[in-house]
C-alpha cells in the first residue's frame, strides 16, 4: 500500500514535538510515578498527598508549599506534590485538576477549594474514591467527616473582627471607611469581611461605606476596582481590603493618587511589597495569617488519617495583627518574612 | 475545489488520501499517547511487573479525560462548521459563560430542569444568529465581528448575574456530566455519548446534507458558490445559528459541571476549540472540516493535561506542548495546499 508522503511528514513532525517533550521529561522535576521501592521489600511505598493550593501566583501559597513540604521532611515516609491553577478565578481547572489527581491514584489530597460550591462535586468523588481529602484555607459547602476529613484554616471571622477593631481605633471612633470585597464565591474573604463590618457596627461614629465592588483575582483587577472607588467616594479616612491581591491593588491605586499614607490602610495577608509598604507606613496595618502553619497541618492531617488516627473536624492556624511599631518582633517576622528554605531541597 | 476535500494526487488513489485525512488526527493521537507512555514507562524504570502497567492508564483516567473533553469538544462540532465554511468564532469563551449563566439563574428561579436546559441552548443559538446576522449584513471580517461579540457577551453575562456566579442545583443534569456514571455499563459520562452522538450527526450534515455541502462550496470559494446559486448570507447565518446551539450545550454543561452559573467561566476557550478543530484537520481558510478529527483533537489536549498531572508536570507542559502541535497542523496544511496549487 502506498502510504501518502504526507502521512510521513505528519509522523515526523509529531515525532519532533514528541522529542521536544521527551527532552523536557528527561529536565523535569520527578514526579509521582516514581518506581515503588515496596518491590524490593526495603521499605512501604511513600504516602503521596497532592496539595492543590488555589492559585499559584500569591506569596500565601508560597509559605503553603514550604509549610507542606516541612510535612513531608518530619514525617518521613511522605511525597508531596504541590500543583494548582494558575488563575484563583479558575473553577473549571481546579475542577478539572482534583479529577486528575484521583485518577492518578494519590493517596491523599488536600485542598484550597477555590469555590465553595464548585469543588463540591470532585471532593465527594474523590472520598468515594477513596482517596481522603483535607481542607484548608477556605470552606466546602458539604458534611465534614463524610465528604472530607478535616477544615484547617484561620479563624477568618476574626481576623476581619480583629482588622475592624484596629480601624476603629486608628479613627477614634469616627470616620468614613471604605470596604473593598475581594471575589464573590470565596468563603474565607467574606468571613473576614463580615468579621470587619461586625466589628464597625459596634462603634457608632463609623460610616461604613460598602457599594459591593469585588477586586477580582489578580492584583491587576484589584488595582482598577481600586482606582474607581477612589474616584466615586473622596472624604475617605480609612480603607480595609480582605486579601494580598486586594491589598496590593488597593496600595497602587492609592501610590498613584498620591494618597499613599493620608489614609488609615488596614490589609490582610503579607507580601514583600505589602511589607515593605507597612514599614514605610503606607500600611497602617496587616492582619496576617499562618499559611506555613496550614500548609504543614493539612499535609499533617491527611497522613495522620490514612495511618488510622482519628482528625478534629475543625482546627484553627491562628492570626495576627502586625502594625509598624510591632513588625520587628520575632513573632511578627516568622509570619511576614516566613522560611522559605524548605522548598530550596526538595 | 468542490464539496468534497480535494486532495487527490495522480498516482494515489481517492480512498487512500481520503482515508489518511480522516485517520491523520488519530495518528496525532496515538503518536502523542505513545510519547505520554514512553516517558511514564522510563521513569518507571521500564517495568515489566502487569499490576503497575495496568495502573500507567487507568478506566478512571479515560473518564476524566472524557469529562473534560466535553465541553471544549462539544464547541469544537460547532467550531468545526464556522471554519469549514471559511468563518471563524472567537466568541465561544464568553457565550458558553452567558449560557452556563442562564441556565443556572432559570434552575435558580424554580423552571425544570429540561426547559432551563432549553433556554440555554436556545440562547446559545441567539448569540450564533447574531454573529451570523452581524457578518452577513455588515460585511464584515468574522474575526471583527466576533472579537466584538466576545466582550459583548461576557458583559451581558456578568450583567444579568449581577456579576458572581449563579448557584443553583442542576438535578439529573449532574448526573449526566459526573465522570463516573451510575450505570457502570456507560463507562463514560451520558454527557460524553450526547457528545459522540452529536458528533456523527454533524459529521453526517457537513457532508451529506444540501446545508453541510453549500457550507463547504461557501468555504472554498464563496464567488464560485455564488455563481453557483448558494445563497449566501442564509448558509452564513445557519451555519453560525447551529454552531450557536452546540455553544448553548456546551454552556449547559459546563453549568452542570460547576452546579453553577459562572459568568467568568471558560476565558479564552475559544483557543482550545479553534486548536482542537485545526488539530483534527480543518484548514483556516476554510472548505474543509472534520467534526470527529475536532473531537480527537480536544480529547488529545484533556489527555495530555491529565498526564502531566500524573507525570506530576506544571499544566504549563501541557500549554507548550499544544502550542507546538498547532503550529505543526497548521504547517502541515499550508504546505499541502501549495502541493495542491502546484499540481
Not at chain 1, 301 to 311: F, S, T
Given at each position: ?107 491523599a489530597i488536600v485542598l ?11 471532593v465527594?468523588?474523590?472520598t468515594?474514591?477513596?482517596i481522603p481529602v483535607v481542607i ?8 465534614v467527616g463524610t465528604d472530607y476529613v478535616s477544615f484547617i ?145 493539612g499535609?499533617?492531617a491527611a497522613?495522620e488519617h490514612l495511618?488510622?488516627a482519628q482528625q478534629e473536624p475543625?482546627i ?31 | ?343
Amino acid at each position: 500500500m502506498h502510504i501518502p508522503t504526507h502521512t510521513c511528514r505528519t509522523i515526523f513532525a509529531l515525532f519532533c514535538a514528541a522529542s521536544v517533550a521527551g527532552l523536557l521529561g528527561s529536565c523535569g522535576r520527578d514526579g509521582s510515578d516514581q518506581p515503588s521501592s515496596a518491590a524490593d521489600g526495603a521499605d512501604p511505598a511513600p504516602l503521596r498527598i497532592a496539595v492543590v493550593p488555589k492559585g499559584t501566583t500569591h506569596d500565601f501559597w508560597k509559605s503553603v508549599h514550604a509549610g507542606a513540604k516541612r510535612a513531608e521532611h518530619s514525617l518521613g515516609g511522605v511525597e508531596v506534590t504541590f500543583t494548582g491553577p494558575e488563575r484563583e478565578d479558575d473553577r473549571a481547572q481546579q475542577v478539572a485538576l482534583v479529577e486528575n489527581l484521583i485518577s492518578a491514584g494519590y493517596d491523599a489530597i488536600v485542598l484550597a477549594p477555590l469555590d465553595d460550591t464548585a469543588l463540591v462535586a470532585p471532593v465527594r468523588l474523590a472520598t468515594r474514591s477513596g482517596i481522603p481529602v483535607v481542607i484548608i484555607d477556605s470552606g466546602l459547602n458539604a458534611e465534614v467527616g463524610t465528604d472530607y476529613v478535616s477544615f484547617i484554616a484561620t479563624d477568618n471571622h476574626q481576623g476581619g473582627r480583629m482588622a475592624g477593631q484596629h480601624m476603629v481605633e486608628l479613627l477614634e471612633g469616627t470616620g468614613r471607611v471604605l470596604l473593598l470585597r475581594y471575589q464573590e464565591g470565596s468563603a474565607s474573604t467574606r468571613l473576614r469581611e463580615q468579621g470587619f463590618v461586625d466589628a464597625l457596627a459596634e462603634a457608632e461614629g463609623i460610616e461604613l461605606i460598602d457599594p459591593g465592588r469585588y477586586a477580582g483575582a489578580t492584583r491587576a483587577t484589584a488595582q482598577e476596582a481600586a482606582e474607581n472607588l477612589l474616584t466615586t467616594y473622596d472624604n475617605l479616612d480609612g480603607i480595609f481590603c480582605p486579601n494580598e491581591s486586594a491589598t496590593f491593588g488597593m496600595l497602587l491605586a492609592l501610590r498613584s493618587r498620591d494618597m499613599a499614607g493620608t489614609i488609615r490602610f488596614v490589609g490582610f495577608d503579607a507580601s514583600e511589597g505589602l511589607v515593605k509598604a507597612l514599614a514605610d507606613r503606607d500600611i497602617d496595618a496587616l492582619v496576617v495569617q499562618n499559611p506555613i502553619r496550614m500548609g504543614e497541618l493539612g499535609v499533617r492531617a491527611a497522613v495522620e488519617h490514612l495511618r488510622g488516627a482519628q482528625q478534629e473536624p475543625r482546627i484553627d492556624t491562628g492570626v495576627m495583627l502586625i502594625t509598624p511599631d510591632t513588625m520587628d518582633s520575632t513573632e511578627a517576622r516568622d509570619l511576614i518574612s516566613p522560611d522559605f528554605s524548605a522548598l530550596d531541597n526538595p | 475545489m468542490s464539496n468534497t476535500p480535494a486532495h487527490t494526487r495522480p498516482g494515489s488513489p481517492r480512498v487512500i488520501t481520503h482515508a489518511a485525512a480522516l485517520l491523520r488526527p488519530f495518528l496525532a493521537l496515538i503518536i502523542v499517547g505513545l510519547v505520554f507512555f514512553l516517558i511514564q514507562w522510563h521513569k518507571l524504570g521500564y517495568t515489566t511487573d502487569p499490576t503497575q502497567l495496568a495502573r500507567m492508564v487507568t478506566v478512571m483516567d479515560l473518564r476524566m479525560v472524557a469529562i473534560q473533553t466535553v465541553i471544549v469538544g462539544t464547541a469544537a462540532i460547532g467550531m468545526t462548521l464556522v471554519i469549514a465554511s471559511g468563518g471563524l468564532d472567537l466568541s465561544v469563551g464568553s457565550a458558553v459563560a452567558l449560557c452556563s449563566v442562564v441556565g443556572a439563574m432559570a434552575v435558580r428561579d424554580g423552571w425544570p430542569i429540561a426547559l432551563a436546559a432549553g433556554a440555554a441552548v436556545l440562547v446559545g443559538a441567539a448569540c450564533g444568529m447574531y454573529n451570523g446576522l452581524l457578518i452577513t449584513i455588515l460585511r464584515l471580517p468574522p474575526f471583527i465581528v466576533t472579537l466584538g461579540t466576545l466582550g459583548l457577551f461576557r458583559g451581558v453575562a456578568k450583567w444579568i448575574a449581577g456579576g458572581m456566579p449563579v448557584s443553583a442545583d442542576p438535578g439529573w443534569l449532574a448526573a449526566f456530566v459526573s465522570p463516573v456514571p451510575s450505570p457502570g455499563w456507560l463507562v463514560v459520562a451520558p454527557g460524553v455519548w450526547l457528545m459522540l452522538a452529536l458528533a456523527l450527526v454533524a459529521a453526517f450534515a457537513l457532508r451529506r446534507t444540501v446545508l453541510g455541502r453549500h457550507t463547504i462550496a461557501v468555504g472554498s470559494n464563496e464567488l464560485a458558490a455564488k455563481y453557483a446559486g448558494v445563497h449566501i448570507a442564509r448558509t452564513k447565518i445557519m451555519v453560525y445559528v447551529s454552531a450557536g446551539l452546540f455553544v448553548g450545550l456546551a454552556g449547559l454543561l459546563q453549568f452542570a459541571r460547576l452546579t453553577q452559573g459562572d459568568p467568568t467561566v471558560a476565558i479564552g476557550i475559544e483557543l482550545d476549540v479553534i486548536a482542537a478543530v485545526v488539530i483534527g484537520g480543518a484548514s483556516l481558510s476554510g472548505g474543509r472540516g472534520s467534526v470527529l478529527g475536532a473531537l480527537v483533537g480536544a480529547f488529545m489536549m484533556a489527555y495530555m493535561k491529565n498526564r502531566c498531572v500524573r507525570l506530576g508536570w506544571p499544566s504549563f507542559v501541557q500549554e507548550m506542548i499544544v502550542g507546538h502541535i498547532i503550529i505543526i497542523a497548521v504547517a502541515i496544511d499550508l504546505w499541502r495546499q501549495r502541493r495542491e496549487a502546484a499540481a
